[in-house]
């Protein structure tokens, strides 16, 4: 399952115009709109997407809110992840840092640093669907990156160029004199251009034992991360070899597994899963694999996901997705 941070969910909702209505569209997320921030809680991304998406629709300056999301960030708000970038003796230390510890704040995006002859590209990629709001949570992310640079580093900080894959949402102006440089839409990245002035001068707060000591937390949440990720994905894959002879039971899978229902029950809800959401989950992968990939009919999908009629197929996929299968499989890629 991708997840994002609800810190992102929080950190939008703060700067949606005056009096655009947002608290339906936080419990839409499963989330408690009275709730302090917690940047450990995670959200569905496709969900966060969608989230974005209508809170954009619903704001009178959509086009300039994905900007002023990514202005707002502060590294002391990632938790260690943040505090490890402030530390990091330099900008080079930070972004090598957010590339490998990136994935606490969620396995929907990684960061990447390229050498380019200038300097080097600190690049962004998202798991997603291409949707609107993903196109908004690059934006914001890029100029969140761009904002803290500026805050770590002990030089005034400005990119080199500002890429990005999606085609512009309206005036280029607004980004241009947001980034202070040129940017560039339908480009083949989503990433910044770096000086290699800017990569090497100091951080304002660097330090390399302090940058160390939070390297070796982060480790420990990395270890922890991929622990939950390999049970997951473990029932994951063994639902999906059985969806076509109907929905595996708990204990079908517990026994394939190695291991008792009660067991694998338990092991779930110590990472806050279930075993119901996991095959949902896994329901949804399959039949959005069939539908882009394959020529296989809607009836054919359905049973291949475990559905005896079409027609609870249909329900299930638009309560995942949004639309209907029929919609998914239509959409331009």
């Not at 002035?197 to 270890?223: M, R, V, W, Y």
């Amino acid at each position: 399952m991708a997840q994002i941070t609800s810190l992102y969910v929080h950190k939008v909702v703060a700067q949606a115009s005056q009096g655009v209505e947002t608290r339906d569209l936080i419990e839409n997320l499963g989330l408690d709109p009275d709730d302090p921030i917690d940047a450990a809680k995670m959200v569905d991304s496709d969900a966060y997407y969608r989230f974005f998406s209508a809170l954009a629709e619903r704001d009178p300056s959509g086009i300039a809110l994905a900007l002023r999301i990514g202005a707002s960030m502060r590294s002391d708000e990632y938790g260690a992840f943040g505090l490890a970038w402030k530390s990091a003796p330099d900008l080079r230390g930070s972004f090598v840092r957010s590339e490998r510890y990136g994935r606490v704040l969620g396995n929907a995006e990684a960061y990447a640093l390229e050498p380019h002859p200038k300097g080097a590209y600190f690049g962004l990629d998202k798991r997603g669907d291409g949707s609107p709001g993903m196109l908004l949570s690059n934006e914001a992310s890029l100029a969140a990156v761009a904002t803290i640079c500026k805050e770590v580093s002990a030089r005034p900080f400005v990119p080199l160029e500002v890429h990005f894959r999606h085609p512009a949402r309206g005036d280029v102006g607004v980004f241009t004199s947001h980034f202070g440089c040129p940017v560039y839409f339908d480009s083949d990245r989503n990433a910044l251009l770096v000086s290699q002035e800017a990569l090497t001068a100091p951080n304002k707060l660097g330090d390399e034992t302090i940058a160390q000591f939070f390297d070796s937390h982060l480790e420990k949440e990395l270890a922890a991360l991929a622990n939950d990720a390999g049970l997951e994905q473990r029932v994951r894959i063994a639902v999906s070899q059985t969806l076509s002879e109907g929905v595996p039971t708990l204990s079908d899978i517990a026994v394939s597994l190695g291991m008792s229902a009660r067991t694998l029950q338990r092991r779930l809800a110590d990472k806050d899963q279930s075993f119901q959401g996991v095959v949902d989950l896994a329901r949804r992968e399959l039949a959005q694999q069939f539908l882009a990939e394959t020529d296989y009919s809607l009836a054919e999908v359905a049973f291949l996901t475990g559905f005896s009629e079409q027609s609870a197929f249909t329900r299930a996929f638009k309560r995942w997705s949004g639309q209907t299968p029929r919609s998914y499989r239509l959409k331009p890629l």
